[in-house]
């Protein structure tokens, strides 16, 4: 297992996230499938993995609890225990921090995290008293680092991260969102502060497990034996700001994938990174619809659906899952089941969006 120093001690490069772990789903609640998921934690510490990652509000707290028995058999200061505190979920930072030693079975958090850092939650955050308390948590040897996890704007980060001398940040960093989204500017505000980077969603939640046929296929001519998902974990390492890498494995398969992904050290080549970026346009191409939102193709529907806003939740759909389009089915505006496929639209396209056909895709998914 690659490690790298962090202040005194080693952190695998590789860290488990326990938010996706196997559940039984023939119980009432789905619990998690101890008997599994213990079964993927030995092998993580077998290879070398010893940054283990959970949260207050994972699996309604079953994963503190969960890891807290999963990690009895091995010795405290073998492995580092990183947690969360979430003020949506109970805003009692003193209880909350007690529950989770104990939840743990643990008297110290090694990494401590306020939890999912938002715009319209910093503020909260600032005001409560929770972080001079976890200060003081850290000054009494309760808390080793102390930490935030960040899913806000680059400018509340840019605030945030300046509250406090912070020991590390957890980010949201993949390649896509490096080309396409805010994670470079992110990146970049955590690297001026020197703050060591703990990565979250390195694929996507998986949506880069499985670009579409050509540019997986452009990956695999290039190195046969790598998974399509490695390529973003061998990514994301290269950074110097990234300390861990965590990813949440939920099966024996995909650790094994991982371990194998971070045996050796180093990082792509540059030709690497190219034909990255290379599958990376090729993917966002082929699964996003260009609107450019000029609403050419508005005023002859017959069936008055706001065409690019529709195309606007497809293409978000394509890259994030159908669960940001659910709003559409209590939505009282037009709705894609209400295209006739005249081809009006089409017609007007300076594009050539094949509109109908994205209707009756998106159709079928809200049924
Ligand atoms: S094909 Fe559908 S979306 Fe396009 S103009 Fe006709 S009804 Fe409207
Ligand atoms: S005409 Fe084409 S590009 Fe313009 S808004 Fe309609 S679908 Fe989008």
């Given at each position: 297992?690659?490690?790298?120093?962090?202040?005194?001690i080693?952190?695998?490069?590789?860290?488990?996230?326990?938010?996706?772990?196997?559940?039984?789903?023939?119980l009432?609640?789905?619990?998690?499938?101890?008997?599994?998921?213990?079964?993927?934690?030995?092998?993580?510490?077998?290879?070398?993995?010893?940054?283990?990652?959970?949260?207050?509000?994972?699996?309604?707290?079953?994963?503190?609890?969960?890891?807290?028995?999963?990690?009895?058999?091995?010795?405290?200061?073998?492995?580092?225990?990183?947690?969360?505190?979430?003020?949506?979920?109970?805003?009692?930072?003193?209880?909350?921090?007690?529950?989770?030693?104990?939840?743990?079975?643990?008297?110290?958090?090694?990494?401590?995290?306020?939890?999912?850092?938002?715009?319209?939650?910093?503020?909260?955050?600032?005001?409560?008293?929770?972080?001079?308390?976890?200060?003081?948590?850290?000054?009494?040897?309760k808390?080793?680092?102390?930490?935030?996890?960040?899913?806000?704007?680059?400018?509340?980060?840019?605030y945030?991260?300046?509250?406090?001398?912070?020991?590390?940040?957890?980010?949201?960093?993949?390649?896509?969102?490096?080309?396409?989204?805010?994670?470079?500017?992110?990146?970049?505000?955590?690297?001026?502060?020197?703050?060591?980077?703990?990565?979250?969603?390195?694929?996507?939640?998986?949506?880069?497990?499985?670009?579409?046929?050509?540019?997986?296929?452009?990956?695999?001519?290039?190195?046969?034996?790598?998974?399509?998902?490695?390529?973003?974990?061998?990514?994301?390492?290269?950074?110097?700001?990234?300390?861990?890498?965590l990813?949440?494995?939920?099966?024996?398969?995909?650790?094994?994938?991982?371990?194998?992904?971070?045996?050796?050290?180093?990082?792509?080549?540059?030709?690497?990174?190219?034909?990255?970026?290379?599958?990376?346009?090729?993917?966002?191409?082929?699964?996003?619809?260009?609107?450019?939102?000029?609403?050419?193709?508005?005023?002859?529907?017959?069936?008055?659906?706001?065409?690019?806003?529709?195309?606007?939740k497809?293409?978000?759909?394509?890259?994030?899952?159908?669960?940001?389009?659910?709003?559409?089915?209590?939505?009282?505006?037009?709705?894609p089941?209400?295209?006739?496929?005249?081809g009006?639209?089409?017609?007007?396209?300076?594009?050539?969006?094949?509109?109908?056909?994205?209707?009756?895709?998106?159709?079928?998914?809200?049924?």
């Amino acid at each position: 297992m690659e490690i790298k120093g962090y202040k005194n001690i080693e952190l695998s490069r590789l860290g488990m996230g326990n938010m996706r772990l196997p559940l039984r789903e023939d119980l009432e609640g789905k619990p998690i499938d101890r008997e599994r998921a213990q079964e993927i934690i030995d092998y993580a510490m077998e290879k070398g993995i010893n940054y283990y990652d959970t949260a207050y509000v994972y699996n309604g707290g079953d994963s503190e609890k969960f890891l807290g028995e999963a990690m009895k058999k091995y010795p405290r200061d073998s492995y580092y225990l990183a947690t969360k505190f979430n003020i949506g979920a109970n805003p009692d930072y003193r209880a909350v921090f007690e529950q989770q030693l104990e939840r743990l079975g643990t008297d110290y958090i090694d990494f401590y995290l306020v939890h999912a850092v938002m715009d319209h939650n910093y503020k909260k955050y600032e005001e409560s008293g929770c972080i001079e308390y976890f200060k003081e948590l850290k000054k009494q040897g309760k808390i080793r680092y102390l930490g935030f996890s960040n899913h806000s704007s680059p400018d509340t980060l840019r605030y945030f991260s300046s509250l406090y001398d912070w020991d590390f940040i957890q980010l949201q960093l993949n390649y896509y969102d490096w080309q396409y989204g805010s994670a470079k500017e992110e990146y970049e505000i955590c690297s001026e502060k020197n703050i060591p980077l703990v990565v979250m969603e390195p694929v996507r939640g998986g949506r880069l497990a499985d670009l579409t046929p050509e540019a997986n296929g452009l990956l695999k001519s290039a190195h046969p034996q790598w998974s399509v998902a490695s390529w973003a974990f061998r990514w994301v390492k290269g950074l110097d700001g990234v300390q861990v890498v965590l990813s949440g494995m939920s099966d024996m398969a995909q650790i094994k994938d991982n371990i194998n992904t971070f045996d050796k050290a180093g990082a792509l080549s540059e030709s690497d990174r190219e034909t990255l970026m290379r599958a990376c346009e090729m993917f966002r191409n082929q699964m996003q619809v260009p609107c450019t939102k000029c609403r050419y193709c508005c005023d002859d529907c017959p069936a008055g659906i706001d065409i690019p806003f529709m195309l606007m939740k497809y293409n978000n759909y394509k890259l994030n899952g159908a669960w940001v389009i659910e709003d559409l089915k209590t939505s009282e505006k037009p709705a894609p089941k209400d295209c006739v496929g005249c081809g009006k639209c089409t017609g007007h396209c300076p594009q050539s969006i094949n509109v109908p056909e994205i209707m009756a895709e998106l159709a079928e998914q809200l049924k």
